[in-house]
């Protein structure tokens, strides 16, 4: 099958397609691999994305920092396991890094977060980076001039006093009907709290975990969710959605080939996965607790086994978007997305809540 990961032994693999002195243990995308070929694979793909931060390409004085928000789910701990690897090989080789790293704990699951016993064993484990923990309630303490509460605020809370943070969340959370609005608007809150973060502790850029089959799946999310316009800005490397650049070292990879890596270094850094990069055991697909999002990574997961190819796709055709139409003049005070952008948004729909996007008018409204 092509772009098949064999999970079982490489027995009846044969020879490594690659170097052919070792017995295969991995089939993946059509090809018998060894452990060593397999692991060399990853690393091509993953290093080929974060060219731009070779030493050669830093001062000596001031290497660029940049912020890895960190889930603990496989795709985020193997990104930061490669970083960590190309750090040590590049002082190694030249004695000074291309980067630094400023890995951030994040929670993940709406209402949840990293359990503290996780981040510990994650500082313990890459005791040479800074360290910061993030929750998602802490988006409000760079929201200074209260634009972005004011236009989340569901309308029974506008002549109340203002609620703490985490009341802001939680009445944000009740007043939206259905599970996709509510996934919808915790991957934007999310998403400007790792910007805010990276501005406020100078970052260049935010390192993304995300594969090419999560990226796969949140280009249907976002299309299906009326967030079409954003896809390029959102999910192509060194675009600036909110003031930072983006990039997403991984997007050449599959899901399954990060399972199987972490597998093959499982002493290194399986201990720190204690979920799975995905979401479909935490929602249900079907009845009223369905969502885009749930029913996407479903559907991907089973994609990605049988036609890689069709995944992959879907990435690349991402990054033949046009962007040129983006503009800063008008800014959903939500998503930050460019008002303009959007399709269907009319003028009474923008004065309602603010100014808003489509994408989050819809979400709102449901």
Not at 33 to 61: H, I, P, Q, W
Not at 110 to 133: D, S, Y
Not at 148 to 162: H, N, Y
């Amino acid at each position: 099958m092509p772009g098949k990961i064999d999970e079982g032994a490489g027995d009846n693999l044969g020879r490594c397609k690659r170097c052919s002195s070792q017995a295969a243990e991995v089939v993946v995308r059509s090809e018998a691999l060894c452990g060593n070929c397999f692991l060399r694979y990853v690393a091509t793909k993953f290093t080929k994305r974060m060219e731009s931060y070779r030493v050669r390409n830093s001062t000596e004085d001031a290497p660029p920092k940049l912020l890895i928000p960190v889930s603990l789910g496989v795709s985020s701990v193997t990104l930061l396991w490669l970083l960590n690897k190309q750090l040590k090989g590049q002082l190694e080789r030249v004695g000074r890094a291309g980067f630094k790293l400023l890995i951030c704990s994040v929670e993940v699951d709406l209402g949840g977060e990293a359990p503290p016993e996780a981040v510990q064993a994650l500082k313990e484990r890459f005791p040479e980076h800074e360290h910061i923990a993030a929750h998602l309630t802490d988006v409000f303490d760079y929201d200074e001039e209260g634009g972005l509460w004011a236009a989340l605020e569901p309308p029974e809370e506008m002549s109340r006093s203002v609620p703490s943070r985490q009341g802001k969340l939680n009445s944000i959370f009740r007043s939206l009907s259905s599970t996709t609005s509510r996934e919808d608007i915790h991957t934007i809150l999310l998403t400007r709290l790792i910007s805010f973060l990276a501005k406020a502790h100078e970052c260049e850029s935010v390192l993304w975990g995300d594969t090419t089959t999560r990226l796969a799946e949140k280009t249907l999310s976002l299309t299906s969710n009326g967030r079409g316009a954003s896809i390029p800005h959102l999910l192509n490397d060194d675009t600036k959605p909110h003031g930072v650049k983006f990039k997403y070292p991984l997007r050449d990879l599959l899901r399954r080939e990060l399972v199987q890596h972490a597998r093959f270094i499982k002493l290194s850094i399986d201990s720190l996965i204690i979920k799975e990069d995905r979401m479909e055991k935490a929602m249900a697909t079907s009845g009223k607790n369905a969502s885009v999002e749930g029913l996407m990574t479903n559907y991907f997961e089973g994609v990605e086994e049988a036609y890689p190819s069709v995944v992959a796709n879907v990435v690349k055709m991402v990054g033949k978007l046009d962007s040129s139409k983006w503009s800063n003049n008008s800014i959903c005070a939500v998503c930050s997305v460019s008002v303009e952008v959007g399709e269907g948004v009319s003028k009474e729909n923008r004065l309602s809540r603010r100014n808003l996007c489509y994408g989050c008018l819809r979400a709102l409204s449901e």
